[in-house]
């Protein structure tokens, strides 16, 4: 497998700044920053969401009709 040396990543780094604009390439970084943020979070199973509801999300049946109210679900 090739060594890659200082050099040769600078002159990656030049023809990516050139290709793209350097704004393309700041924002290119963030999004790199935020996905590597996000990997690292759920690679250790933190920020899950749990989808099952705690309580049934259909309307009791013994409450009163409000103004407005049909009753129809």
Same mark, same amino acid.
């Given at each position: 497998?090739? $060594?890659?040396g =200082?050099?040769? %990543?600078?002159?990656?780094? =030049?023809? %990516?700044l050139?290709?793209f604009s350097a704004s ?5 970084g963030?999004? %790199?920053?935020k =996905?590597? $943020?996000s ?9 899950f969401?749990?989808?099952k509801?705690?309580?049934?999300l ?6 009163e009709?409000q ?6 679900g």
């Amino acid at each position: 497998m090739p $060594h890659v040396g =200082f050099g040769e %990543l600078l002159v990656i780094g =030049f023809v %990516l700044l050139v290709v793209f604009s350097a704004s393309r390439m700041a924002s290119l970084g963030n999004a %790199l920053g935020k =996905f590597v $943020h996000s990997f690292k979070k759920a690679s250790q199973g933190q920020g899950f969401i749990d989808v099952k509801p705690e309580r049934s999300l259909r309307p009791s049946r013994d409450r009163e009709p409000q103004d407005g109210d049909s009753g129809q679900g």
